[in-house]
Every structure is written in C-alpha cells, then in structure tokens.
T-cell receptor
Framework: DVKVTQSSRYLVKRTGEKVFLECVQD?????MFWYRQDPGLGLRLIYF???????EKGDIPEGYSVSREKKERFSLILESASTNQTSMYLC?????????????FGPGTRLTVT | EDKVVQSPLSLVVHEGDTVTLNCSYE??????LLWYKQEKKAPTFLFML????IEKKSGRLSSILDKKELFSILNITATQTGDSAVYLC????????????FGAGTILRVKS
C-alpha cells in the first residue's frame, strides 16, 4: 500500500512566522503535489514536483515555496505566514505510469495562523 | 481556464436511499476523470474513468462518464451512514505531471 505521511495533523502559528510542512511518500513516486483545501473551493494546487529539485507552480503559488531535495520528501514553506493561509493542506504523490492518474493523499495538516 | 463543477454542493438523505452526484467539466486536453471519497482524513480513490459510456462498479457505488456532454455521475444505492463524506470529482489533464483539477466537492450526509 502507498503511504503518504505529513509531519503534523494540526498546527497553530503566528502571523509572520516561517512555517514548514513536510510530506514523505514511501512508493518511490516521481510526482508530488501540495494542495490547499477550503470550504466551497475544493482542492487547489499550490506547487508540484516531477523530480528531485524540480518544481512547477500550480494555480495559487503566491506566498508559498517548496523544496524537494530527496525523492521521497516534498516540503511546503510559508515564508511569512498570514491569516489568509489558514487552511487544510494536503500532500499527494503519483507514480510515473502514463495511463494512471490516481494521486495518493496524505492525511492533511490543518494550519491555523493567528 | 480549466473548470470542474459538482452538484449538489450538499445533500442529506436517509439510509436506504439512492443518490446521484454530478460532475461537469470544461478542461483542455482531458485525460481522465477521477472520483474520491473524503471522510475526516485523506481522500481515498474510488474510480478512474477514461472512456465514455463504460460503467465502473464497486459494491453499491457506480460511475459513468459522458465525454460528449462533458459530465460524469456517481451513484450510490442503498446508502448507509458510512457513506457520509465529501465526494470529490477531479479531472486529469495532459499537462506535465498530469495535474488534477478538482471540483468543490459534494457533502453527503446519510441519516439513520
């Protein structure tokens, strides 16, 4: 079974703090994704990575950066947290098969910025 | 701009009812449509649909895709309280990494 883990289930941070969200997958997947999920808006893609040290902006990258130094680990960084970044953050991974589009999700990190 | 729209946004039914959830899409370079179920944790995969008119079934759940009319439905028969969840529809595109474009989700609550 694919396992995607995220470093924290719940996180409370103050405005202006630098925040690191970590994601690890154990299936040697090339592709990894970071989403945020907000009520009524569904999942929106922040960044994704298709290989080590490679990254692409998603639909809402502003205020975020990412790091992929090892294949199994994909980090999301909030350089200076703001209250509008309070959200559920979901990490996902996907294998290389061209005909399989399924992404495997971690349990999510609920981040509150006060 | 790629768009996925789900309806209804929320639904309350009684155990034993049959429900139909809808998903319509407008995306360039469509590859596949996926359904996920999300309880208070990670979304779990239900179905992937790539061809029109071929029903996929898993127990009481079934789904079908219409690529001409650009929509999919997810049916749940004989609903149970354990079916209460958010159901997410997503479309995979041809873009690098096969990004998924998600709808807002349908919140289903099944009352006993």
């Amino acid at each position: 079974d694919v396992k995607v883990t995220q470093s924290s289930r719940y996180l409370v941070k103050r405005t202006g703090e630098k925040v690191f969200l970590e994601c690890v997958q154990d299936m040697d997947h090339e592709n990894m994704f970071w989403y945020r999920q907000d009520p009524g808006l569904g999942l929106r893609l922040i960044y994704f990575s298709y290989d080590v040290k490679m990254k692409e902006k998603g639909d809402i990258p502003e205020g975020y950066s990412v790091s992929r130094e090892k294949k199994e680990r994909f980090s999301l960084i909030l350089e200076s947290a703001s209250t509008n970044q309070t959200s559920m953050y979901l990490c996902a991974s996907k294998g290389p098969l061209a005909y399989s589009y399924e992404q495997y999700f971690g349990p999510g990190t609920r981040l509150t910025v006060t | 701009e790629d768009k996925v729209v789900q309806s209804p946004l929320s639904l309350v039914v009684h155990e034993g009812d049959t429900v139909t959830l809808n998903c319509s899409y407008e995306v360039t370079n469509f590859r596949s449509l996926l359904w996920y179920k999300q309880e208070k944790k990670a979304p779990t995969f239900l179905f992937m649909l790539t061809s029109s008119g071929i029903e996929k079934k898993s127990g009481r759940l079934s789904s079908i895709l219409d690529k001409k009319e650009l929509f999919s439905i997810l049916n749940i028969t004989a609903t149970q309280t354990g079916d209460s969840a958010v159901y997410l529809c997503a479309v995979a595109t041809m873009e690098y990494g096969n990004k998924l474009v998600f709808g807002a989700g349908t919140i289903l609550r099944v009352k006993s």
